[in-house]
Every structure is written in structure tokens, then in C-alpha cells.
């Protein structure tokens, strides 16, 4: 297994972090082949979700592009670098065991995972659920709820995904691997609430389909302006403001869960 780090050619000291912010996301898709490298706003659409995550976390939690050891993601390893951050490169299906190797070539305790789909995920969240964990050791699991399908986020300690191993029993676990992560007669788990009610907007956010691509497209060339950070707030007041955005990827739903459920690899 061959691990990179490109990171840390770019800090200016050492500092030792446990926590790791993991950009899980690879090339190979059948629904929407090498969907992370789409373009938008001249840029591939995955260099989006880093931009979020380095705007508010770069200081509390390494970032690592989380991949697979293929040759077809050698361009996610180019993309790290020229983004400054980390990457590691791990199993192909066991989306757990890559999670897991990562942790420990890292050293991180605490994991906050953002899938590589969910371009628009809010790095607030991601700084929220930092913070519970530091607050809460006995916390195993943090996640946010009712936030729109592919904002929310979702954090652990290694010690779970540990278990969840031992649970699977060697086998490849690549969908439906979070519903373990979150049974509560399991882990201890803390649900973080949206910070305001304005923000349980209906909307799907989370790249599957040609569809759900140009919801992207549309809303970032909407409101991206010469790299600067966006809200979650302008998301939503753009989305408001552009009703017809919302109805373009709501055909999709049935088809993900429909694939969900068909490849969802543990019951």
C-alpha cells in the first residue's frame, strides 16, 4: 500500500494534529464516470469542496483527498498537491479499511468525513462537529441532520471505524458503510441540529447524475466570484431566488436510492 503526503512541504512549522478532515472520492463512477474532475468555474468541481474545506478548517484538522490506489486516480494526487494538501491511497472498495489505514498513517483520533459528491458540504458543520468532539470525549459519533442531501457531515473517533471492521469481517464495504457508523446500540452519537430553520431547504446537493451536475453548475457559476468563499446562506438564497434550480435533479431520487439499497454491501 503506497501512502503520500504533499502537504507538509508547505507548512511553515510542524504542527502535530489528531484530527483529519477526509475528502473521500475516486475517478471511477458507472453512473457518472471521473465526476470529481468535471469543470466549473474553470476548475474541477472537487477543487470546490477543497476550497470549503481550507476557507475555515485548515488550522484545526488535516485535509486529506482520501483515494484509491488506481492508476485512474493518479490526477486526485495532482490535484492535492497543487491544492496544498494531503492525500492518502488506500483500498478500492473497503471504503472503511482506506478510512482506517489513513487514520493511522496520519495519526488522527478523530475523522470527519465529507464525500467527495458533496461539493457543497459546509465547512461551519465540519467546524462544529471539531468542537463537540473536543467537548465531548466520550462522544463517539457526531453527525448534523436535516440539512439538505448532501450538506451534512459526519465525524468519528478511529476507535469506531475499529469496530466496524471487526464487524464486517474482512468483507468490502463501499455503500451503505454510514448506517453502521450510526447505530446507536453501538456508538455514543450527538446529532447536531441545523443552526437555523431557514437552512431545512429542499434541495438534492450530491453528485450522482448528469443532472445533479448542472444543479452544481448552475447555483456555483451563480454565485462563485474570483475564489472567494459562498455561504451556505447564499446557496439558499440562490436556490430561492431560482425555484426551477431544484426541480432539474428531483427525477434522480428514486434512481439513487433504487441503486443504494441494490449495492448497499452489509444488512
Known amino acids: 500500500m503506497n501512502y503520500y503526503s504533499c502537504y507538509t512541504k508547505w507548512k511553515k512549522a510542524v504542527i502535530e494534529m489528531n484530527k483529519g478532515i477526509y475528502i473521500v472520492v475516486r475517478t471511477g463512477s458507472s453512473r457518472l464516470p471521473q465526476k470529481a474532475l468535471s469543470r ?28 484509491t490506489e488506481k492508476e485512474e ?27 482506517h489505514d489513513c487514520s493511522e498513517h496520519f495519526g488522527h483520533e478523530i475523522i470527519i468525513n465529507v464525500d467527495g459528491d458533496d461539493i457543497l ?4 458543520y465540519v467546524k462544529k462537529i471539531i468542537e463537540e468532539f ?4 466520550d462522544i ?16 468519528y473517533r478511529r476507535k469506531v471505524l475499529d469496530r466496524v471492521l471487526e464487524y464486517i469481517n474482512s468483507r468490502e464495504l463501499d455503500t451503505g458503510w454510514g ?21 431545512k431547504i429542499d434541495i438534492r446537493l450530491s453528485l450522482d447524475y448528469l443532472e445533479d451536475l448542472e444543479v452544481f453548475r448552475k447555483i456555483i457559476e451563480g454565485i462563485y466570484r474570483n475564489n472567494e468563499f459562498f455561504t451556505q446562506k447564499e446557496v439558499n438564497e440562490y436556490i430561492l431566488k431560482n ?3 431544484s426541480n ?15 449495492n448497499k454491501s452489509w444488512s
Not at 486526485?76 to 494531503?86: C, P
Open 40 to 67: 466549473v468555474c474553470d476548475k474541477h468541481i472537487i477543487e470546490i469542496l477543497i476550497e470549503r474545506m481550507k476557507y475555515l478548517n485548515k488550522d484545526l484538522a488535516d485535509i486529506v483527498i482520501c483515494t
Open 73 to 99: 486516480d493518479n490526477i486526485l494526487e495532482e490535484i492535492a498537491l497543487r491544492n496544498k494538501i494531503d492525500i492518502f491511497r488506500g483500498s478500492e472498495n473497503n471504503i472503511v479499511q482506506r478510512q
Open 121 to 124: 458540504c459546509d465547512p461551519f
Open 134 to 137: 473536543e467537548k465531548n470525549p
Open 140 to 155: 463517539e459519533v457526531i453527525n448534523t441532520i436535516e440539512l439538505p442531501f448532501g450538506v451534512n457531515s459526519m465525524g
Open 179 to 199: 448506517e453502521l457508523v450510526k447505530n446507536r446500540e453501538i456508538f455514543k452519537i450527538k446529532e447536531i441540529s441545523p443552526f437555523s430553520e431557514s437552512e
Open 243 to 245: 425555484p426551477s434550480v
Open 248 to 262: 432539474i435533479n428531483k427525477g434522480v431520487e428514486a434512481k439513487y436510492w433504487e441503486n443504494y439499497k441494490k
